[in-house]
């Protein structure tokens, strides 16, 4: 069965980011996207290469790997101020086809504390909730969390996320959530 792109209706509300779908243009702006602290990884000669706070590492290599525009099924949406990538999310259907995958997130280091990652979040919940609608679909939302990651955990969790326990791989917890049908409210046909 062919699925349409994910990501490609919007839901407006007030947003500190413009948020844009990624596109070839945009490698630029993702190579040097920074949202680990420190940028890089340490090393010494007992545990080689190391960063304090792995995922964020994981995070950022994996954004500066990509190559948009993303496969048919995912999709790559950026948060840019003033010409600034300040957070980017990587999300769309899982392998099977069958239920939603959130890859990525992050902010840019010099964005924590302004609410982006919630703002981000929210950009991936709407969109997979307007294409779960369209496309009628029952599918869910699942995230893989570092068990460490305390940050990201309260984040999910207030968007109605819920630890579903270890996803087999040490460290990591499968989060999930249902991501109910939103219908269509009158105020906004105005």
């Known amino acids: 069965m062919k699925r349409s792109v994910v990501g490609a209706r919007r839901v407006g509300s007030a947003k500190q980011l413009d948020w844009q779908t990624a596109h070839g243009g945009h490698r630029f702006l993702l190579q040097q996207f920074v949202c680990a602290d420190p940028e890089r990884q340490n090393y010494d000669r007992y545990r080689r290469n190391h960063h304090p706070f792995p995922w964020e590492y994981e995070v950022q290599s994996h954004f500066r790997g990509l190559r948009p525009p993303p496969p048919s099924g995912e999709a790559v949406r950026l948060g840019v101020q ?109």
């Open 82 to 190: 003033d010409g600034r990538l300040m957070a980017a999310t990587h999300f769309g259907f899982d392998s099977d086809g069958t239920d939603f995958v959130i890859r990525a997130l992050g902010v840019h280091v010099d964005g924590r504390g302004r609410h982006l990652g919630r703002e981000a979040l929210d950009d991936v919940l709407e969109s997979l909730t307007s294409t779960k609608r369209d496309e009628g679909l029952g599918c869910e939302a699942f995230a893989r969390i570092w068990e460490r990651n305390e940050p990201s955990k309260a984040l999910f969790a207030e968007a109605g996320f819920e630890c579903l326990g270890s996803t087999g791989k040490p460290g990591l917890e499968l989060w999930g959530h249902a991501l109910p049908v939103r219908e269509p409210s009158l105020e906004s046909c105005s």
